[in-house]
């Protein structure tokens, strides 16, 4: 069977084609500025030169047709027809309390989206439109879901409760949900396998470092806590977002900047992180060249980056009793060899010492770890489209 995988966004769609009789790979790409002038796709089909289609779409529909239209082409498509697509996986951000898997879609599946449009107003809302695009388009084969959140459902109310009156959990489900499941999940299992033990007897903590980024301890095949919380706002320190700060300052600034609300979140979410401290980029190559050329304010947004990344090594290292590895991934976790050096350095205490020869790799499954090291230190590239592609095969064939 094929399956399609698509990541919709507010104006873009990612989307993979795999032969899941070998899991490979037949073609992928991404449709920019949807619904915005100056719509591109740009599709890689495997074996054969990427292509790029310029065309202004009005929404998502016309985005899929598109795609569609891309898969199908005779001299740089990947399938004859549509029909060869058996199943369609979608991510989606937000699943709330209700899924702790991924599921063959149908209305009460949407509804949950749909409801969860309050506290993931940014995701859920376009998840959604790309899936009816894509069943209004397909709608003989089954469309699955796979959750962001779902993996993380697996925490203990002691690592997902505010300490906020209970009422507004009830309420309106102020709790901590977690992202970048699909990741976690990916990485953790390809570290059990690395260390060459069952899941369920691994004690792991993954690191994915991208623009966002988040860690998540894992114990007994289950997470018991993640870094990014009620929102992707919690947590690390990440490419344009404060990550963990005092909640305080939240209305000290709303009042001395004159923000309202959405303004607020706009600040935390888009204007802070390494592009405020730093005040030269969001993107982590540019900092780590600046403050190699003497920049004070790089190297500030540095340290404050290493240190907090240490603190929740710690942190999880004491909820996990122990710890058999570290993984690092996403763009800079999978390629910035100094962030992983300047993250383990000073933590032989915990049994965590890195090898900087080993560490000089970019992009490949490795243990970078010392020989003395008591903690495996393995880099593994994320692929959250195999794991889609995965669930929605297996539920589609079941
Ligand atoms: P996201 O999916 O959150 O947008 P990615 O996982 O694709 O992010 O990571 C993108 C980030 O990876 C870039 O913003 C950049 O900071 C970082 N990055 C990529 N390559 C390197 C590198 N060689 N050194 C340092 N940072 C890198």
Do not use: W
């Not at 344009?240 to 305080?248: M, Y």
């Not at 060899?337 to 205490?349: G, M």
């Not at 020869?357 to 230190?377: F, H, L, P, T, Y």
């Amino acid at each position: 069977m094929k399956v399609l995988v698509v990541n919709a966004g507010s104006s873009s769609i990612k989307y993979q084609v795999f032969d899941m009789t070998d899991e490979s790979v037949l073609a992928k790409g991404l449709v920019d500025r949807v619904g915005i002038p100056g719509t591109s796709l740009k599709h890689e089909p495997t074996g054969k030169d990427e292509v790029i289609i310029k065309k202004d779409l009005p929404d998502h529909t016309e985005g899929m047709k598109l795609v569609f239209e891309v898969l199908v082409n005779p001299e740089y498509g990947c399938i004859k027809s549509m029909d060869e697509i058996g199943a369609v996986g979608h991510r989606v951000v937000h699943g709330g309390e209700e899924f702790a898997s991924s599921v063959v879609i149908d209305d009460h599946v949407k509804k949950v989206i749909k409801d969860c449009f309050d506290i993931a107003p940014l995701h859920n809302p376009p998840n959604l439109m790309g899936i009816e695009a894509c069943q209004s388009l397909m709608p003989n084969v089954p469309h699955v879901v796979v959750f962001d959140t779902a993996f993380h459902q697996t925490m203990e109310a002691a690592n997902y409760m505010y300490a906020l009156p209970y009422d507004v959990y009830e309420k309106f489900r102020v709790r901590r949900y977690g992202f970048h499941g699909t990741s976690h999940f990916y990485v953790s299992h390809r570290a059990a396998e690395m260390l060459g033990k069952p899941y369920e007897d691994c004690k792991i903590i993954t690191l994915h470092l991208g623009n966002g980024a988040s860690m998540a301890a894992i114990k007994g095949g289950k997470v018991v806590d993640t870094s990014m919380g009620f929102t992707p706002l919690e947590g690390l320190v990440m490419g344009t977002r404060s990550g963990d700060i005092d909640p305080a300052i939240v209305f000290y600034l709303m009042d001395k900047l004159e923000m309202n609300s959405s303004e607020a979140n706009s600040y935390f979410n888009k204007k802070s992180g390494m592009l405020g401290l730093s005040g030269v980029s969001n993107d982590l190559r540019d900092i780590l060249a600046a403050a190699k050329t003497g920049n004070t304010r790089a190297q500030i947004a540095l340290a404050v980056y290493y240190n907090k990344v240490k603190g929740y090594i710690g942190n999880y290292i004491a909820k996990l009793n122990g710890c058999d590895c570290l993984v690092f991934t996403a763009g800079v976790g999978e390629n910035a060899a100094d962030i992983r050096e300047s993250v383990c350095s000073d933590l032989d205490y915990l049994g965590i010492k890195i090898d900087a020869e080993k560490n000089n790799v970019r992009g490949k499954e490795v243990d970078v770890a010392a020989a003395d090291s008591k903690v495996r230190i393995f880099v593994i590239p994320t692929n959250e489209e195999l794991v889609i592609a995965r669930d929605t095969f297996q539920l589609a064939t079941k």
